[in-house]
């Protein structure tokens, strides 16, 4: 295997693992968020205010009078105080999402888009002459130089008619191109279509929750019609 796809498929294989496991972030992400202090005090709190509320619920209001006063009160700030802890959680928990995400960017997305455009022409499979002869130049075009070669070929065939620019985008350049060969660019874009085209077949027949047959509704007509033939038998 050709360097280059093997370092592509590294890109693939981590943004995919990445999307697969999207639901357990959060969970992921409590675990080492720096709010992980905030929420054990958050806890505790919430444990200190069902115990005290129990424990006014146990006592009568009316013998007790003071004592139960004193607890909702303590409640009524408890209340609070998790209400503000729960509220610094959260911003703390977008904070780190946030510098997650830039991360991500910086260390995935960025660089695999820099290298598709670096390496992007850069041949990982090689076509037998037979093979290639099997398609047209302009589809041994595309595999060997991406799409680019789309946008350069009207110029090939301009120059070739008018002898303009030969030397760039004449016949002896497209010639000396290795069109006997699949660039990078035109790989990846195969394998993630392959493989989009997997997870969609995948989704359909195991992950999508089967639909109910629609309960049969009895129109207005029906019901008058049933009236007639209840009428009819009934006479």
């Known amino acids: 295997m050709h360097w ?3 370092v592509a498929i590294f890109f693939i294989v981590v943004t995919k693992f990445l999307q697969y496991t999207n639901k357990y972030h959060e969970k992921w992400i409590s675990k080492f968020a720096p709010g992980n202090e905030l929420s054990k005090k958050y806890l505790a709190k919430v444990k200190e205010r069902h115990e ?25 700030s408890l209340d609070k105080e998790i209400n503000n802890l729960k509220d610094e959680i959260q911003s703390e928990n977008k904070a780190f ?5 830039k991360l991500r960017l910086l260390a995935l997305t960025v660089p695999f888009f820099v290298f598709k455009i670096m390496y992007g022409k850069t041949p990982v499979y090689k076509l037998s002459s037979s093979t290639s002869t099997l398609f047209p130049t ?46 990078l660019g035109i790989w990846v874009w195969a394998l993630m279509n392959v493989i989009n085209g997997v997870e969609f077949i995948v989704k359909q027949l195991f992950l999508t929750p089967k639909m109910e047959a629609p309960a049969s509704v009895e129109t ?8 007639v033939d209840d009428a009819i038998i009934l006479d």
Not at 97 to 101: E, M, T, V, Y
Not at 147 to 160: A, C, E, G
Not at 220 to 227: H, I, N, S, V, Y
């Open 220 to 227: 207005q007509e029906e019901k008058a019609l049933d009236a």
């Open 138 to 183: 302009f589809v041994s075009g595309v595999w060997s130089q991406g799409w680019l070669y789309v946008l350069l070929h009207p110029l090939r065939t301009i120059s070739q008619k008018w002898h303009i620019m030969e030397g760039k985008f004449g016949a002896s350049k497209f010639d000396d191109m290795a069109l006997q060969s699949v660039s």
């Open 97 to 101: 999402q946030a510098h997650l995400h």
């Open 4 to 6: 280059a796809a093997a």
């Open 52 to 76: 005290l509320k129990e424990f006014n619920n146990s006592i009568s209001a009316q013998d007790n009078y003071a004592k139960w006063t004193k607890n909702n009160r303590k409640l009524d």
